[in-house]
T-cell receptor
């Protein structure tokens, strides 16, 4: 979607290696989110951010960390990738107004072998 | 905590038939409700959302949904299915004003038969 980009789009990595996924926005939105999508589970929240250096855990945060040093960038790191972290990862952004609008990135397909 | 249940992981309809995708939510406070569509290998696109006001919400591509508080439901409908409607549909709810994150249902894959 315009205003939010994820990189890389695809990645294959080996078990035990660290991996960082990047989400970049040009909308100056305060809130940013990382979700993972798995068959039968929909999208589940990993971590979210409500401002620079302000982050918190979601429902499936084990094995993941995040950082947000600038408004526009939200990084998701898998400290030591495992096969259970093979998934499609989506970033989302949200404004802080009452309109409650969310925009999703195109996703990153991560395969851990 | 809020939750969303989508009844039926797969729904198949004939082209031109009514589409009905079911979504029930649980929430102790008035929710914001969303329907998203995902086409193969793509991201999520907003179909429609309910925040406040009119309970019948019209969205893109001829879809609409009705918020029924008494039934805690937000079912998605379209009078006449088109082949291009084949996709996965997700219902989502937001009630946590702190983190403002969406909670998603597990999704319903819609198949449209010619």
């Amino acid at each position: 979607d315009a205003g939010i980009t994820q990189s890389p789009r695809h990645k294959v990595t080996e078990t035990g290696t660290p991996v960082t996924l990047r989400c970049h926005q040009t909308e100056n939105h305060r809130y940013m989110y990382w979700y993972r999508q798995d068959p039968g589970h929909g999208l589940r929240l990993i971590h979210y951010s409500y401002g620079v250096k302000d982050t918190d855990k979601g429902e499936v945060s084990d094995g993941y960390s995040v950082s947000r040093s600038k408004t526009e960038d939200f990084l998701l790191t898998l400290e030591s990738a495992t096969s259970s972290q093979t998934s499609v990862y989506f970033c989302a952004i949200s404004d802080s107004g009452q309109g409650v609008s969310y925009t999703f990135g195109s996703g990153t397909r991560l395969t851990v072998v | 905590a809020q939750s969303v249940t989508q009844l039926g992981s797969h729904v198949s309809v004939s082209e031109g038939a009514l589409v009905l995708l079911r979504c029930n939510y649980s929430s102790s406070v008035p929710p914001y409700l969303f329907w998203y569509v995902q086409y193969p290998n793509q991201g999520l696109q907003l179909l429609l959302k309910y925040t406040t006001g009119a309970t019948l919400v019209k969205g893109i591509n001829g879809f609409e949904a009705e918020f029924k508080k008494s039934e805690t439901s937000f079912h998605l409908t379209k009078p006449s299915a088109h082949m291009s409607d084949a996709a996965e549909y997700f219902c989502a709810v937001k009630v946590d004003t702190g983190r403002r994150a969406l909670t998603f249902g597990s999704g319903t894959r819609l198949q449209v038969q010619p």
